[in-house]
Structure formats: C-alpha cells, structure tokens
C-alpha cells in the first residue's frame, strides 16, 4: 500500500491545471496530517509552475468525499490520495485556447512532468513523517477506531444470499468479520427504521467490529448518514453498503468480537422424493434471479406465483418460483440434474413437491401460477445514450446474469424489425435527434403488438407526453408575481443545488402486490440521482412512490425535496398487448446498488407475464 497516490487525470481543454489541496467536502475521518500534507503538497507544484508562468487552480470542484474517487480510496486506506487535472480531452496534437494561445501535447505532458517531480520531492523532504503517520493510521484503526459505531450486525436468517453477496465483498477488500456466536440482546441504529431500537442477536448473525487495520475505509463504506461540511460536492453524497445491499442490520457503539463461523454444510436442493412434482424456489435476492436466468437458458419452463401460498407446511412469498415437471417433461431426467446443478451453482435453495395441491393459497395450475417466457431482449445503444446508463444495462446482462440481449444503434434503430424481440431497454440518454418521431411510433407499436419497453432516468423524458404513454411532468406551480430576486451572484452555484440531489437516499413506497416489486417489502431504499418530478400514473401502476419527508441519507436541496413529494420512481403502464415500465430511479446505478437489480429484473422477467 502506498504512502502517496496521485490519480493523474484529464479534464476539458479549457481549464488550466488543477492540483491539490483539495475542494472540500473533506470526509471527516481524513486525519489532520492527510489534510496538512495535501496543502504541502501543493506548495511544492505551485511552485514549478509559478517558475515557468503556468495557469493553475486548486481547492475547488474536486473534493475528498465519496469513497470511490481515485483519490479517496487511498485517502481512505491511508495514504495521501489527490487528483491532478489536465485539461486536454478533445486537445489532440494541438488546440486553440478561448484566450487566443496553444495549448499543444508537449504542454500537457510537461506540466505532469513538474507535477510529479513536485510531488516527489515533497515526498522526499518529509519522508519518515510519511512513513510514521502510515503506521500509526493503521495502529490507531485497531485500537481506537472512528465513529459513533463500533460494531455492526447484520441480521442472515431470511437474507442469506445477500449476506453471502455482502460477505464476498468483505473478503476481496480484506475486512475481518464473523458471526455473533450465541444469541443476546441489544440496542442499536437500525438501518431499516432508521432510528435506535433493541433487538435480538442471532447466533447466526454477521458481526463486524471497527477494531481492525483497515477501521476506517470499512466505517466509511458502512456509514449510514456521512457529515457533509459543504453541500457543494462532485458526487454521490450517501453510499452505505448497508443500504445498497438492502440488508437488516445495526450499528452498535459497543465492540462485539465476533466468532470464526462454521464450515458450511449447506444443501441447496430439498426433497424427499426422486422426482418431485414440483421444484420450489423463493424469489427474494439478486442470485434468485441468475438461477431464474440460468435455467430459462438451459430451455427449463418456469412458473412464478402472482400471489402468497403455502405447500408442504411452507409459506411461500408472491414472485415464488414454480418449476412444475408438467411442461418439462421432454428434458427427462435432465429436468432434475439442470434444476440441482443450477440451484448449487447459484446457491439457490428449492423445494421438491410431491403435490401441485395448495395448503392455502392458488394450486400450481391456476391462472395465478403465471408461465415466465424466456424474454428475447433488445438494449438501444450509440449516439444519444449515455455511455455509462447504457454500459450499466449491458454489463448486467453480459456480465452479472450472463443473459443473452441484442444490442441496436441508435443510428438505424428505425430500421429495425422490433418483432423479433419480447423487451426493449431504453437506457438512460438523449433519443429526440437519433429516433425522433419515427422512433416513438415504433416504440409505440412494439408496445402494443406485445412487447414490453423498460425506460430509465432520461429515456422515460423522452415518452414523456407523447401520444397513449402516461408518463407526464407534474405542474409547475405558478409563480408569484413581482417576485422580488434579491439573490447574490456569487452564490448562484449553491441557490441551483437546492433544486438538485446529489446521490441522496430516499424511502421508495412499494406496492410489492405488483410483479415490478416482488420480493420486496413495502418500501425500498433507492439511491436518487435527478430531482424527477413525474405525476402519478393515470391509466397505469404506481408501483414505487415517494410521499412526503422520504429522505433517509445524503444531501437533497430543499427545492428538491419539495419537488420529489408525491411523485413516481416506478410504473408500469398497459399499451395495447404490452407494457411499458418507467424505472425513473435508476436501480442498477454503476452496478453497486446490489438491493436494485432483482428491481430490474422485475422489470425484465416478471413484468407483462
């Protein structure tokens, strides 16, 4: 692990050289040395570049906040960690600046030239101050680590498989954890309610204490509500895992010591017959859904549950897999072997069946028992969509679930036969210039011949008031007249943030009686990234909401908030044969919203069936 990392970065060619000291928001666990040395740091560029008459700037735009920064992750882990910008993207060889002078390649490389050597020498003249506070860093995260938290435990029975997601994401970043060992009561902030409560330790339950070397990267990650010192930041301001894995769990300010847990004897397939009428499988966690996407691959047919039921002495929750031999029976024997081998695969537990009989509850033959097509999906990609709305969709069909989806260019999606497949993404972008018209009545007639179209953030702007889709901005409120503007100028940059989110959580009401929401409870942590002000479906499903005081975490400007009262996050219209489903709020954001994708893919398998 490095003493000094520099993410070594490029902006537009327009602005001169930023260094550090860094903007602030500083994350308030970064220690009074990681702040001094940045200053110090950037006494030594300025420098070199006051020597040659070079433009620069420092402490503004790039702050020392979010966890996932080039800069940040090191800062977190120790080091000093700062981002050096060059304006150059779109420079090439050479480019004209707005004051008339060159801005040319050799520049560029010669001013993160002097900025390393800089760098390198202030490393050089406090290197065992460097060295010194390092060790002490690690030294204090085990024996006096930061927060209000010192402990946290996150509840497994009934969330096992996000627990195992989350655990793996401990082991690749080398936190140490366990489980509680026995059980016990306790009293802490519970990341559900959002408010201090007691509860009961299981001795199953995962247990974290902040006394270990990497104390503090680990209480950032987790850190339900982090201190901003400045509004004004360059992104997300709220990130805990804990919400982004949707997990129950609480911060205690006492130190557990947690117990090695057991080597797991875990069996995922649970029948006592051979051959079972059926095969069960509950329908609650992100791996529920690869083992979904894993056997529709295979040509397994699948069956879900509209509504609750009970088998066997088992009640079973709506979304419920129902893997019935009846429609299987031409894979013989392999209908069993595929349903074991994938359900171990993706340790996916399923219940064998002797009996399509409901103890309470709809038969396994009723209309409420809904057969789940094998979905030949489509993702508008090219001009006009955003790259990482667009990268977010396709990474998780070629990566996450390793589920086949076509890829069609904007640039001839008008071109294109649309009934040749069962779902149309529309990733986040802009669509008027690239499909224009032609493109929403193609939309439009795909919807209702059957298809179903998913649009997200900007793309449902792109529906919005258009001809039979139900997706409209809500009024503005008028405003009074002779409205006095007494604002200051130069604070016109925090008097826009009040109408923005920057990365905020909020409370989404669910109706999780809607296929869209199965698997979830009756609310859903979202993270907001756009101040959308969409009115309540008409004609269609509001199936995620806010109402009135939502917001759980992070920053929201207060015009923002006002705007998000009483307004859609998910929706689903009928069109037609078809459906359309507004994801306003983006679930699958940078693919680290783990709780948000089983939300997608929803929206992929079960909306429409």
């Known amino acids: 692990?490095?003493?000094?990392?520099?993410?070594?970065?490029?902006?537009?060619?327009?602005?001169?050289?930023?260094?550090?000291?860094?903007?602030?928001?500083?994350?308030?666990?970064i220690t009074p040395w990681q702040r001094e040395f940045q200053t110090t740091v950037g006494t030594f560029n300025a420098k070199r570049f006051d020597a040659n008459n070079w433009l620069y700037f420092t402490k503004e735009r790039f702050d020392l906040f979010y966890p996932s920064y080039g800069d940040t992750y090191p800062t977190y882990n120790g080091a000093i960690g700062m981002t050096f910008e060059q304006g150059g993207i779109r420079g090439g060889l050479g480019v004209t600046l707005p004051d008339g002078d060159t801005l040319t390649l050799k520049k560029r490389i010669s001013h993160h030239v002097a900025t390393s050597f800089g760098t390198l020498e202030a490393a050089n003249q406090n290197a065992e101050k460097l060295v010194s506070e390092f060790v002490k860093f690690y030294e204090k995260g085990k024996t006096n680590p930061a927060g209000p938290y010192?402990?946290?435990?996150?509840?497994t029975k009934g969330d096992e498989s996000k627990v195992r997601q989350f655990s793996?994401?401990?082991d690749k970043n080398g936190f140490q954890y366990g489980i509680a060992g026995k059980d016990m009561l306790a009293s802490g902030f519970s990341f559900s309610s959002d408010k201090t409560e007691g509860f009961k330790i299981e001795a199953e339950d995962l247990v974290l204490n902040l006394y270990q070397p990497r104390s503090t990267y680990l209480r950032i990650l987790l850190d339900p509500k982090p201190m901003l010192e400045d509004s004004l930041t360059y992104d997300i301001t709220s990130w805990s895992l804990l919400y982004a894995y949707?997990?129950?769990?609480?911060?205690?300010?006492?130190?557990?010591?947690?117990?090695?847990?057991?080597?797991?004897?875990?069996?995922?397939?649970?029948?006592?017959?051979?051959?079972?009428?059926?095969?069960?499988?509950?329908?609650?966690?992100?791996?529920?859904?690869?083992?979904?996407?894993?056997?529709?691959?295979?040509?397994?047919?699948?069956?879900?549950?509209?509504?609750?039921?009970?088998?066997?002495g088992q009640s079973y929750q709506p979304g419920t897999l129902v893997i019935t031999r009846a429609s299987n029976e031409r894979?013989?024997?392999?209908?069993?072997?595929?349903?074991?081998?994938?359900?171990?695969?993706?340790?996916?537990?399923?219940?064998?069946?002797?009996?399509?009989?409901?103890?309470?509850?709809?038969?396994?033959?009723?209309?409420?028992?809904?057969?789940?097509?094998?979905?030949?999906?489509?993702?508008?990609?090219?001009?006009?969509?955003?790259?990482?709305?667009?990268?977010?969709?396709?990474?998780?069909f070629?990566?996450?679930?390793?589920?086949?989806?076509?890829?069609?260019?904007?640039?001839?999606?008008?071109?294109?036969?649309?009934?040749?497949?069962d779902v149309l993404i529309l990733p986040s972008g802009s669509y008027s210039k690239n499909?224009?018209?032609?493109?929403?009545?193609?939309?439009?007639?795909?919807?209702?011949?059957?298809?179903?179209?998913?649009?997200?953030?900007?793309?449902?702007?792109?529906?919005?008031?258009?001809?039979?889709?139900?997706?409209?901005?809500?009024?503005e409120a008028k405003k009074k007249e002779n409205q006095e503007n007494l604002g200051k100028y130069e604070d016109r940059e925090r008097e826009e943030i009040s109408e923005d989110t920057q990365g905020c959580v909020y409370r989404i009401?669910?109706?999780?009686?809607?296929?869209?929401?199965?698997?979830?409870?009756?609310?859903?942590?979202?993270?907001?990234?756009?101040?959308?002000?969409?009115?309540?479906?008409?004609?269609?499903?509001?199936?995620?909401?806010?109402?009135?005081?939502?917001?759980?975490?992070?920053?929201?400007?207060?015009k923002a908030q006002e705007k998000l009262k009483n307004s859609l996050f998910f929706g689903v219209q009928d069109l037609g044969k078809g459906e359309v489903v507004y994801l306003v709020n983006n679930p699958i954001f940078r693919g680290f919203w783990q709780n948000g994708k089983l939300l997608f893919g929803n929206a992929v398998f079960m909306v429409g069936n």
Do not use: C
């Open 1 to 29: 692990m490095p003493q000094i990392h520099v993410d070594f970065h490029e902006q537009s060619y327009t602005s001169p050289y930023y260094f550090a000291p860094a903007a602030k928001p500083f994350h308030e666990d």
């Open 331 to 396: 894979l013989g024997d392999k209908f069993d072997q595929i349903v074991k081998a994938t359900s171990e695969e993706f340790k996916v537990k399923v219940n064998g069946v002797a009996s399509g009989w409901a103890s309470k509850g709809s038969d396994f033959g009723s209309s409420n028992v809904f057969f789940l097509k094998a979905p030949k999906v489509a993702i508008v990609g090219g001009e006009g969509t955003a790259s990482t709305g667009f990268g977010e969709v396709w990474h998780f």
């Open 168 to 170: 793996q994401f401990l």
């Open 246 to 312: 949707g997990l129950k769990a609480y911060g205690l300010k006492d130190k557990l010591t947690p117990v090695a847990p057991k080597a797991s004897t875990e069996t995922y397939v649970n029948s006592a017959i051979a051959k079972p009428y059926a095969y069960l499988a509950a329908w609650k966690s992100f791996d529920d859904m690869r083992f979904l996407a894993g056997l529709l691959k295979q040509g397994v047919k699948v069956r879900a549950s509209e509504t609750a039921f009970e088998s066997n």
């Open 398 to 421: 070629e990566r996450q679930i390793n589920y086949p989806a076509t890829v069609l260019g904007s640039e001839y999606f008008n071109n294109i036969d649309l009934r040749q497949f």
């Open 150 to 155: 010192k402990s946290f435990v996150i509840k």
């Open 509 to 558: 009401t669910l109706d999780n009686t809607h296929p869209l929401a199965f698997g979830y409870d009756k609310s859903y942590l979202g993270l907001i990234l756009s101040t959308s002000d969409y009115q309540f479906l008409k004609s269609g499903w509001n199936v995620g909401i806010s109402k009135e005081k939502d917001l759980v975490a992070g920053f929201a400007g207060k």
């Open 435 to 475: 499909l224009g018209d032609r493109g929403i009545e193609n939309i439009r007639n795909f919807a209702k011949a059957g298809g179903k179209v998913i649009a997200i953030e900007s793309a449902v702007d792109f529906l919005s008031g258009k001809p039979d889709f139900d997706i409209v901005h809500k009024e």
